[in-house]
């Protein structure tokens, strides 16, 4: 009945991409809990407390049904307020939110450019819409004018939607979010940006990059709850009539169980423990400290961010150094394609506040003899 499925499965495995779960094990150097708040005693005794005074586990329902609850309203309202947002719409993942916007929010005879390198939700979200896609070599500001340019000149008469991450998740680079401002400004465009990767780590207050860009009109931010800030969930944040329109038009909002009433009190003391610049300090010494170490030793350039990549182009080459590094208490993690382009199968190696120095320089001496091979 599934030889067809087994027969992909098989040329997974001899492509050196096939996928399995594993438990984790090792030094944290694979994660996305950039400041360790994931299994922080301050984040538990606050979900105790919200325990204590009555927050439910479970939401029963969807928001527009039974499920809507004051932990969603006074999130949403919170995060408004602190990132300089119209308003904010909470969602189970970052994944469900930039699928629903893009699916949503553009609409038939619009155009949306986005980076090559974005998200595989985002993707998603194009595939069910209604809008036209291209897309633009990363960070390539004239590639992507020039794609709106060639739109119009074909006819195109429609709104422009422009798609980036402010921090990449495999690259670990950012984007030139103050010069795609000035493009969307130019083209009367709309701009969405992913702060994934960037919320609770960079920015005043760990507020993102995408900080001062909030309020206006033609930006939407994404900032999801499951990294540096330790939770579950995504912020959409943005002008009131895009929130409005996602709660009546967005299927993956409107047919989803809502998110759990706990988890969103969990997010809102996430918000709070991320303003401490303490933990900023902390991530920034050993982001500095790894990149250091990228450099003279590894030979490889540091990112300037807490994720530094470490290419090998062979898919096999990639898996037998993670493996190695596996073996030798480092949870490190290969990357293939299609999550990676193709020849471009990496080690990602994440740094966060669940290492300490010792354990960075014990990583590069790790590392040092698998470059060799």
């Not at 500095?288 to 990228?294: D, I, K, L, N, Y």
């Amino acid at each position: 009945m599934f030889d067809a499925h087994r027969s992909h499965l098989r040329d997974l495995e001899a492509a050196g991409r096939l996928r399995a779960l594993r438990p984790r094990s090792g030094i944290d150097f694979a994660s996305n809990d950039y400041l360790g708040l994931a299994g922080s005693a301050a984040l538990s005794e606050a979900v105790a407390a919200a325990l204590e005074r009555g927050v439910p586990v479970g939401s029963g329902g969807s928001r527009l049904l039974r499920g809507n609850h004051p932990e969603h309203e006074s999130l949403e309202a919170e995060a408004a307020a602190l990132f300089g947002s119209s308003a904010a719409l909470y969602f189970s993942s970052g994944y469900a939110a930039n699928s629903t916007m893009l699916a949503t929010l553009p609409q038939t005879g619009d155009l949306v450019v986005h980076d090559a390198l974005i998200h595989a939700s985002a993707h998603e979200g194009l595939r069910l819409g209604r809008a036209e896609s291209r897309a633009f070599p990363h960070n390539d500001i004239a590639a992507l004018e020039a794609a709106v340019a060639d739109w119009r000149s074909r006819g195109g008469r429609g709104r422009v939607w422009i798609a980036v991450e402010s921090l990449y998740s495999m690259d670990g680079d950012r984007a030139p979010l103050t010069a795609l401002a000035a493009v969307a400004d130019r083209l009367e465009a709309m701009l969405l940006i992913d702060e994934a990767h960037a919320v609770g780590v960079l920015g005043p207050g760990g507020l993102g990059l995408a900080a001062g860009l909030d309020g206006r009109e033609n930006v939407i931010v994404l900032r999801t709850c499951g990294k540096a800030l330790g939770c579950e969930g995504a912020l959409v944040c943005g002008d009131r009539t895009v929130i409005d329109f996602l709660v009546n038009r967005g299927r993956g909002f409107i047919f989803s169980t809502a998110p759990s009433p706990l988890m969103a009190s969990a997010v809102r003391a996430g918000l709070r423990l991320m303003a401490d610049d303490g933990l900023r300090t902390r991530l920034g010494d050993l982001v500095a400290r790894a990149g250091t170490a990228f450099e003279r030793r590894l030979g490889r350039p540091a990112t300037g961010s807490q994720i530094l990549p470490l290419v090998l182009g062979d898919d096999h080459a990639a898996m037998r150094a993670a493996a190695a590094l596996q073996a030798a208490g480092f949870d490190v993690r290969g990357i293939r394609p299609p999550t990676v382009p193709v020849g471009t199968a990496r080690l990602r190696i994440s740094v966060t506040l669940n290492v300490v120095a010792a354990e960075i320089d014990a990583l590069i001496d790790a590392l040092e003899p698998l470059l060799e091979i």
